[in-house]
């Protein structure tokens, strides 16, 4: 699988972004557009500095599920379920969502500019260009999911 979003070309990425609009449905899993957008913008808080990751499990459990995790021919599977979507947004409406996750990804590139390290809830310590992998990974699942984007999943 080719990462398709590339979330280091931000230019690109806002231009996916902007696409949405919040009658926008899903074509799998029951996110709305601006769920969909939190939810991201809540995983580049754990890479930035916002919020504090804690990896739950051993280390060499960890690095076996980095290690396929960051494995460009294993895609994130339609309809993981990892718990129930928050009854209220965080942001007033999904300009205001686009506008800080693409704040939160500048966060997260300054963040590295002095940080060598942020903790994967599940794969442990990952480096920069480690955590550009698995964001661009998880962008594509859920623009595909929207159809932002093209390609099997």
């Known amino acids: ?90 942001y007033l409406n999904l300009p205001a969502s686009v506008t800080r996750l693409m704040a939160d990804l500048e966060l997260f590139d300054r963040y590295f500019k002095t940080n060598a390290m942020a903790i994967h809830g599940g794969f442990g310590p990952m480096d920069y260009n480690e955590w550009i992998i698995w964001h661009s990974k998880h962008f594509t699942h859920h623009f595909r999911q929207f159809g932002l984007i093209e390609g099997d999943i």
């Open 1 to 90: 699988m080719s990462l398709l979003v590339d979330t280091a070309n931000r230019d690109t990425l806002h231009t996916l972004l902007l696409k949405l609009t919040a009658d926008t449905k899903p074509l799998w899993g029951k996110m709305t557009p601006q769920q969909m957008i939190e939810h991201l913008i809540e995983n580049v808080q754990y890479t930035n500095g916002t919020l504090i990751p804690i990896c739950r499990r051993s280390p060499e459990e960890a690095l076996e599920a980095k290690q396929r995790g960051l494995n460009p021919d294993v895609q994130i599977p339609k309809n993981l379920f990892l718990g129930d979507l928050p009854a209220e947004y965080a």
